[in-house]
């Protein structure tokens, strides 16, 4: 498919200069495609996933067919999340920024209606929303639809995934009969072909091949990974690599609570996303995710819907993805606007052929990686630091630190020893050799060492091998955690201050100086908590947290009473 510049179309100068603006210089597949015939008055039906520049596709020529002078909308967007309408609404903000008198607003459920009732009355034109919220104004009567000469359904397989049929019958048949429809869709499946035979005319179909499904700018790799230790393999990729912003995918819920709750014991900043959480607390956590406070975001498929965050550096199948066109919707959230991304993938032994099955649907490379050793994360940090001590080096550095070193060289010690007392105190102690874990076994290899070591404990079978699997598996992730003596303390905090496990962490590994990795079970209650540290650490964790605060709660620590 030949790809047009965007100063090839028939574009206007403002609409022109926004693209330029936001650094796009190559219209992608699916706008050199639609684009042309949107802008001519067409019905479209575009296929088009994630991550392949649909919004852009019809919001370039959505705004320069509206009529600034009309101050009632002329067109709609229909969105299947509200996650969805707002990613719409910014990027019509940021393509339409030149267009004086263009007016959109985002309306969907979770938000007062009377606001959005005040802002479609002062006069919009491009109405973005959800099927279900914008019934509901049409009910109130606070919304007109007479005006309206093109109408939107993007992710439309989504939408009647999520019951929106009757809602979204019900909005079409109340526009105006002379209008233009384009649907946006990932699959061409019988229902939307159904919507698409009763509500447009002639439609002009943009489908994007399977060789251009992913984006030539992820690196994409899968690594062979038991279960039990993805998380500690991931954590090496990420500290290996550097990054800043990543999308964790899970199949289940239950694998989301367990993965964040992981992540934050090893002092990651992590949130999850998925359907138990009320609409306040998935804005909380969307708005800490955009913001960079939270820099892991893990989700399932089903809550991830309509996310699209700039500046995704990497995107981590932690499951394989059920169906194929999900892998592509997944990763496709990394890679924008021309910029690298990372696309990685843990498989067991047993996912192979799904995995080829992956490859086969994408006709895209995805290449055998291995998890980095401690060693090797170790020596990239130290290299890394190596060029920040430089970089200080060349500026000037503050003379009050001479008197410290001077009376520490006056008392016998080292400037190497000091040197590297402060390496340790920012990198921490290299792994040893006897501390890695065997990432790369098969799960059949998994199974007969599983064996044997079953019958090293006098043949528990199966039964007790599950029931014990996990408490080993944590012990052996912890290292010298599990051969250590550990002592509980009650802590005067729990559930009713919000108080998380990766609080506690974060707290006694910051002010006592241990690592994250040496404390054990972590127990929340409503009004208190308890947590096991190292017999010889305890000491230090009662001294550093006196008169400390955990959250911005003053906190009391003490050994519990048995």
């Known amino acids: 498919m030949e790809k047009l510049k965007f100063e090839d179309l028939s574009l206007s100068e403002e609409i022109k200069s926004a693209v330029m603006d936001m650094g796009f210089v ?40 509206v009529d600034p002078e009309i101050k009632e909308p002329q067109a709609i967007i229909l969105c299947p999340t509200r996650e969805l309408a707002l990613q719409v609404s910014e990027e019509f903000k940021k393509i339409g920024k030149y267009k004086k008198g263009i007016h959109t607003v985002a309306i969907y459920g979770g938000e007062s ?40 359904l993007d992710e439309a397989d989504e939408m009647l995934d999520m019951g929106f049929r009757e809602d979204i019958e019900a909005i079409l048949e109340k526009v ?12 061409m499946s019988r229902p939307i072909m159904d919507l698409t035979k009763r509500y447009q005319k002639n439609p002009h179909i943009v489908k994007i091949s399977k060789s251009e499904l992913t984006v ?58 998925h359907g138990d959480l009320r609409q306040m607390q998935r804005n909380s956590v969307m708005a800490k995710f955009r913001s960079g406070l939270v820099n892991i975001l893990v989700a ?72 980095p050793t401690g060693s090797d994360v170790f020596k990239f940090k130290l290299d890394k630091f190596k ?73 528990r079978g199966e039964r007790g091998e599950r029931g014990e699997r996990r408490s080993r598996g944590d012990r052996e992730e912890r290292g010298d955690r599990g051969r250590t003596q550990m002592v509980k303390l009650f802590i005067n905090l729990g559930k009713n201050q919000k108080i998380r496990p990766g609080d506690i962490v974060g707290a006694i590994a910051g002010e006592a100086g241990i690592k994250g990795n040496l404390i054990g079970q972590i127990d929340i209650f409503d009004k208190h908590s308890f947590v096991e540290v190292p017999k010889d650490k305890v000491n230090d964790v009662l001294e550093a947290m006196v008169n400390n605060q955990i959250k911005g709660k003053k906190v009391n620590i003490e050994v519990a009473k048995n």
Do not use: W
């Open 113 to 152: 209606i009377d606001r959005q009732i005040k802002a479609v009355r002062r006069g919009v034109q491009i109405i973005i929303g959800t099927p279900g919220r914008i019934i509901d104004h049409l009910t109130r009567g606070t919304l007109k639809l007479d005006q309206i000469k093109m109408v939107v």
């Open 300 to 371: 399932t498929d089903v809550a991830a819907r309509g996310i699209d965050v700039e500046n995704v550096e990497a995107v981590f199948n932690l499951d394989l993805p059920q169906d194929s066109e999900y892998y592509v919707h997944r990763i496709g959230r990394t890679g924008r606007a021309g910029k690298a991304g990372k696309a990685f993938t843990f498989i067991g032994g047993r996912e192979f052929n799904q995995l080829r099955d992956i490859i086969t649907y994408t006709k895209s490379k995805i290449t055998k990686g291995h998890i």
């Open 387 to 459: 060029g920040t001590i430089t970089e200080v080096l060349n500026s000037e550095l503050p003379e009050q630190f001479d008197d410290m070193i001077d009376e520490m060289v006056v008392e016998g010690v080292k400037l190497k020893d000091i040197a590297k007392a402060l390496l340790k105190v920012h990198l921490g102690s290299p792994v040893s050799e006897s501390d890695e874990l065997k990432f790369n076994t098969s799960e059949r290899e998994d199974r007969g060492s599983r064996g044997s070591r079953d019958r090293e404990r006098g043949g």
């Open 216 to 273: 030539s700018t992820i690196e994409q790799l899968y690594f062979e990974v038991k279960n039990n230790y993805k998380v500690e393999a991931m954590t090496r990729l990420i500290d290996m690599y550097n990054l800043k912003l990543m999308l964790v995918f899970c199949n289940t819920k239950k694998k989301v609570d367990e993965v964040v709750e992981a992540l934050q014991l090893k002092g990651y900043s992590a949130e999850g996303l």
């Open 26 to 65: 190559e219209a992608s597949p699916i706008q050199s495609e639609a684009i042309p015939y949107i802008l001519e008055g067409r019905d479209v039906i575009g296929q088009a996933q994630t991550g392949t520049g649909k919004t852009a596709a019809f919001g370039i020529p959505t705004l320069e067919k």
């Open 176 to 187: 105006p009969d002379e209008r233009q429809t384009i649907f946006f869709s990932a699959t």
